[in-house]
């Protein structure tokens, strides 16, 4: 693994305080371009797919008994967002929810016009950053159609779907728009699936690297992941009590048979936040492992430092002696004094030496 690069986290605009609710804003990241709309006309007899009609046309479009299904990719155009929600007559609330990218994954139900309101927080991998970013996602339910809001263009993150679709004995195709809602948000646990098992990845390697040897890189890479992984768990764990709620509440959007795939789907949810709190042990005791290695190898080298300096200190004892200025000391009138002390330091050193082998301190 490369050099970790600390960035400072973006900066995105948060909801306004002291604003009306219901005020209409774009909250996100800066994106140029047009917002692209396709509509996915499908039933049994097969699919029928329309790119970028004008919104005023879009209603006349939807006119044929098959289900509907209109996607729009990029919501930063806020003027063609707030057609698209006259043209179905969205609630204001919801409005705002779209075009606010902060707001965490959730679900409403609005009774009068008999529409359910889904946010979804949909993770996947930024090829050029190599960074876990997370899409924001809405989807609109209703009896006779289903709207889906992607925060980005041309991410395609409902691919997938589409290809579904083009089988022969399409489940899609055979079911009614509740089994589509119930694909978006299998799309997007699945996407949770692919990002923890990349991270997963990343955590035995770096595992290996620091049980070899651990360098101070390592500390920092542990951390980065640490942060992806809470992020993910952050923007996974209120789909948990969504897909109960979906599940337990009782209305005519969604059928009892998609109820099944939906606590199918409800598994998956807390398989990926199981696997989220084992990475988080795991990353812990690799912090625990690379302080216990630190740890020793700092014990190591002061064990090695307090060997020599006891082999020297009886030797520097020795010349602190004979370095006194006396007049009277026999053995500086030795011949042979300078000759017997330096036999006698080696052999002290020597002794020194072989004693602490023999203890195993060195």
């Not at 004995?169 to 699945?190: M, Q, W």
């Not at 807390?270 to 302080?291: G, P, S």
């Not at 006396?326 to 052999?347: A, C, D, R």
């Amino acid at each position: 693994m490369g050099k970790v690069k600390q960035k400072n986290r973006p900066k995105t605009p948060k909801h306004e305080v002291f604003s009306s609710a219901g005020t209409a804003k774009y909250i996100g990241k800066s994106i140029e371009g047009e917002s692209t709309i396709t509509i996915v006309d499908y039933s049994v007899e097969g699919v029928l797919i329309t790119q970028n009609p004008a919104i005023e046309e879009i209603k006349d479009l939807l006119a044929s008994q098959m289900n509907h299904w209109i996607d729009i990719e990029g919501i930063h155009n806020k003027e063609n967002i707030e057609k698209i929600s006259k043209v179905f007559e969205l609630h204001p609330l919801m409005m705002e929810d779209i075009l606010n990218t902060t707001q965490k994954a959730k679900l409403d139900y609005y009774e009068k016009n008999n529409q359910m309101f889904l946010v979804l927080k949909i993770p996947f991998r930024n090829k050029e950053t190599a960074e876990i970013e997370t899409e924001h996602v809405s989807i609109v339910l209703d009896e006779k159609y289903a709207l889906s809001f992607q925060e980005l263009d041309n991410h395609n993150i409902f691919k997938p779907i589409l290809l579904r679709m083009d089988r022969e004995n399409s489940k899609t195709k055979r079911s009614k728009l509740d089994y589509l809602f119930y694909s978006f948000i299998d799309i997007a646990v699945d996407n949770y699936f692919v990002v923890l098992n990349e991270t997963e990845e990343k955590l035995e390697a770096l595992s290996d690297q620091i049980l070899a040897n651990a360098k101070s890189i390592h500390q920092n890479q542990l951390f980065y992941i640490k942060r992806e992984i809470n992020a993910l768990r952050k923007a996974l764990f209120p789909l948990k009590d969504i897909i109960n709620q979906l599940v337990r509440d009782e209305n005519n959007l969604i059928h009892s048979e998609t109820k099944v795939y939906l606590k199918d789907v409800l598994d998956h949810v807390l398989e990926n936040l199981e696997a989220i709190e084992t990475f988080k042990d795991e990353i812990e005791n690799l912090l625990v492992n690379y302080h216990s290695q630190l740890s020793n190898r700092m014990n190591s080298v002061m064990k090695t430092l307090t060997v020599f300096t006891a082999i020297f200190m009886p030797l520097t004892f020795i010349v602190g002696i004979y370095g006194m200025n006396f007049e009277h000391m026999p053995e500086l009138k030795e011949p042979n004094g300078y000759f017997y002390t330096l036999g006698g330091m080696f052999v002290l050193s020597i002794g020194l030496w072989i004693y602490f082998k023999w203890k195993k301190y060195i």
